[in-house]
Structures are given as C-alpha cells and as structure tokens.
C-alpha cells in the first residue's frame, strides 16, 4: 500500500468514524426528547463519569483530559438546551 492509499483510508476511515458519531448523536437527541429527565440523565451522567475514568486511568495527557471535559460539558449543554427547547 502506497502512502497516498494509506492517507486514503484513513480519511476514509475518519469520516466513517465522524458519520456513525453523528447518527450516534442523533440517536440520543431523539431518546432524550422521548424520556423524561429523571431517565435519561443518570444514564448520561454514568456515561460522561465513565469517560472521564477511563480517561485519568490510562494517564492521559493534561490536554486529552481537557478535551474530553471540554466535550462533556458542550453534551451537556446541549441535552439542557435541548430539554429547554422541549417544555
């Protein structure tokens, strides 16, 4: 495999990785809009503490770390306004 075909399917394999992230997103928007808060939000909550376990546990970067704090916390905004935007 030449280093054009390698590049070839990465990009390949990213923007399949970016697709399934989106209909990911899309699919939890729509559970979200269909289950009350008291549902959904512990299970989100598990999720997000999780991420950040498995995050400090394999010692990443301080920068990684921040990323996925970062990422946190622009689902949850999203899950409120979303919310706000169902009542």
Request: charged share 30%; hydrophobic share 30%; no cysteine.
């Amino acid at each position: 495999m030449s280093d054009s075909n390698a590049r070839e399917h990465l990009d390949t394999k990213h923007e399949r990785n970016r697709e399934q992230r989106i209909e990911g997103i899309k699919r939890w928007v729509e559970y979200i809009e269909s289950e009350p808060p008291e549902t959904w939000g512990p299970q989100q909550n598990a999720v997000v503490n999780d991420q950040l376990g498995a995050a400090q546990s394999v010692q990443t970067s301080a920068d990684h770390q921040q990323h996925v704090e970062d990422v946190a916390a622009e689902i949850l905004e999203v899950s409120d306004e979303s919310n706000a935007d169902s009542k």
